[in-house]
DNA sequence: AATACCACTATCTTTTAGGATACTATAATG
DNA sequence: CATTATAGTATCCTAAAAGATAGTGGTATT
């Protein structure tokens, strides 16, 4: 592997994980795995994050085409955020970090 | 999936993105997949990484096992900076890292 | 013996992320 | 009609991350 080439990787790791890095966006984006989410639906999930920073993470994600804001077609008025095809694209790496981060627990339990 | 069940999985991928979170971290680790180096491989790979940065990520990682710093066996005197097994189990999360983001760019250039 | 490389350390400054707290306009509920 | 919930905004603040730059003590090379 040429050095060059080594390169384009590190640029690989560093794009995703400003993508998914940080203390709240993976696990917006967990969250939204599970099911498309209204605004305080997901702030009481993630438990301790304040609404500026939701906001800002959300607008980020959108932005990044990772997450869509919609009208509810339930409840009129209301907004719900939801995965695009893209960001579900990235389901399956966050299925990995949850099951590496259960394994790395247990590990640490053991030693 | 219960609210609790939920708030667990946010640790689960919070307690990752430490380890291999932030700007460097996982750049490190995708640097050693490749194969073990020294001090001043790993700065080229990196390109613009500074000394203070590297050796405080390398201590960091070093502390939570996932690296390990030995005497080189080659040129004595040298020191060598390798996975430890546990290190290595977080490749196949890495390469599916580099993957998505592979893809992520293709995209983003195809639209 | 001089030079260059290796693996750091030290200091100072800037940038960014993130949190605390309070507030607001609108809609729904009892 | 009063209360509660929703979906945010606004302002201020702190701590941590990161970068720039310089220096150091040891080793290897020529």
Known sequence: MKN???????????????????RWKSA???SL????KRFNELKRDLGTITPKILIKELKFLEMNKLIHKADS???S???IYHLTAHGRSLE???VSIVMWGKKHREMLNYS
Not at 8 to 20: G, K, P
Not at 33 to 36: A, N, T, V
Request: hydrophobic content about 45%; some cysteine; overall charge negative.
């Open 33 to 36: 795995c599970d099911k498309e």
């Open 77 to 79: 008025s209301f907004q």
């Open 4 to 22: 060059k080439e080594k390169h384009v990787n590190v640029r690989d790791v560093q794009d995703v994980l400003d993508l998914i890095g940080g």
């Open 92 to 94: 399956p790496l966050i």
């Open 73 to 75: 077609l339930a409840v």
């Open 28 to 30: 917006i984006l967990a």
